[in-house]
């Protein structure tokens, strides 16, 4: 099956489109809560770089890429780096999906909210941002709400990014999925949306669902990795909040069902230096608590793009239904977990290939 990809370059602040070049060695990464990375290269004295724009389409921190995936957008984001090597002639960049334009961008005002839905806030922070001089690179914003009401200050002196208020607020106990989806819009032009999802983002496996979402060995994967990472483990956390000394707020959560099981006590410890509510420390304690006090288990399964279910029909924040039977699960795990990220290799010397990233569901 012919898959064909397209490289988009465009200008940060306007999104206007000034180029587009022959990539090659393109590998990209999408994340759910986090910015994904793009790698890519291209030979200069293969191309008419002045005709191309090559120089002037690739400026790191000002101009943006676009992937095109047989007529549809696939990931976007900013070019931070850019490198060229005069032996080999060729220029190599990198680049980070559009959350990454919000670790540069700072709370440099009190903004205050009481009793407001958390989707709401976040709404606010990003749509504040892009309200400052210079800083809109026109991230569309929904009006997504989660039921969720809290009460949250943000001090202009602890100059907090826009992605750690983020970040912040949906790892808490009941917090919620977000990221930065890209598409053409009705003009066909590229565009960016802030997605926010309450209680996730993507599917849930339904087994009653002909077109669920299933990988299996034999069959569909190629090969995978199953790591399981007990350094990280930890039955109580220690969450420390705002203050000093004897005045500092802490929260500690613990995981007490553990102990029954035959564990050891695993102790660990946060910082959470701006936090000055105790209720909101104490959900960021709980919702790290809870997703760490067994052994960590992030695989990876490494699948064809053009094999059912084909790329572009599943997406970071789905379910997948995982069947193994070999050496390691002879008696064959069947497991449903959640893709938290993607890595795609367009397969310009091979086969395309997508690496799933993915971490057991609590569903």
Known sequence: MTTTYRYLLADLLTNEVIAEL??????????????????????????????????????PARNAIYVDRNGEL??????????YNSTTQTLNISAREFESYFERRRISQDIFFNNIDQLSIAQTLVAWAQGQPYGNINVSIGAETSGILLSRN???YELKTIYN???????????????????????????????????????VYDQFNPEAIMFDMPGNIVEYEYP????????????????????????????????????????????????????????????????????PTTMKVVVPAYETPQFGTYGIGDDARIRITDS??????????????LNVEPGENGPERVTLTLTQTTN
């Open 328 to 341: 390691n699960f002879p008696n064959t795990l069947d497991q449903v977990y959640r893709i938290v990220a």
């Open 74 to 83: 696939v990931w976007g984001g900013v070019i931070w780096g850019r490198t």
């Open 22 to 59: 022959p990539f090659t060695n393109v590998q990209f990464t999408q994340q759910l809560n986090q910015a994904g990375t793009l790698n890519a290269s291209i030979l200069l004295s293969g191309i008419n770089a002045d005709v191309y724009n090559a120089k002037n389409s690739t400026i």
């Open 154 to 156: 943000y001090y202009n």
């Open 228 to 295: 399981e990472d007990g350094a990280i483990a930890a039955n109580k956390v220690y969450a420390l909040g705002a203050g000093s000394n004897e005045g500092k707020l802490i929260s500690i959560q613990e995981d007490t069902t553990k102990y029954a099981d035959g564990w050891a006590l695993l102790e660990e410890q946060s910082n959470y230096s701006d936090v000055t509510d105790q209720a909101y420390l104490d959900q960021l304690a709980l919702g790290q608590v809870n997703a760490v006090s067994y052994p």
């Open 165 to 203: 208020a983020l970040q912040d607020l949906s790892r808490a106990e009941d917090g919620f999925d977000f990221n930065i989806t890209v598409a053409y819009n009705g003009s066909g032009q590229p565009s960016k949306t802030l997605t926010l999802g309450y209680p996730r983002i993507g599917t």
